[in-house]
């Protein structure tokens, strides 16, 4: 909610990085590579629209969390919870 939007005021410049903000979201959540990779194959679709130049890249959809990942979030925010 924080994160700056890809989008800024000058022309032809978009952000990309995992510290920025998915529009529309992806799933890729937290400070990641993955959330990186999206935010710059994104970036990089908006400035092939904004050209009108090149193809745009197929951005994968995130999968739902194995089992075991969901419930180490799941304890994750419990600690996080109790801790504060």
């Known amino acids: ?6 989008v800024t005021s000058v022309r032809n410049l978009f952000l990309a990085g995992d510290w920025v903000r998915e529009e529309p979201p992806h ?3 937290g400070l990641s590579q ?3 990779l999206v935010t710059g194959l994104m970036a990089a679709n908006l400035a092939v629209s904004r050209l009108n130049h090149g193809k745009p890249c197929h951005i994968l ?4 969390a194995e089992p075991h990942i969901a419930a180490a979030r799941r304890a994750n925010a419990v600690v996080k919870r109790s801790a504060s």
């Not at 959809?61 to 739902?64: W, Y």
């Open 61 to 64: 959809p995130v999968e739902e």
């Open 27 to 29: 799933g890729a959540d």
């Open 1 to 6: 909610r924080n994160r700056p939007k890809q």
């Open 34 to 36: 993955e959330r990186a």
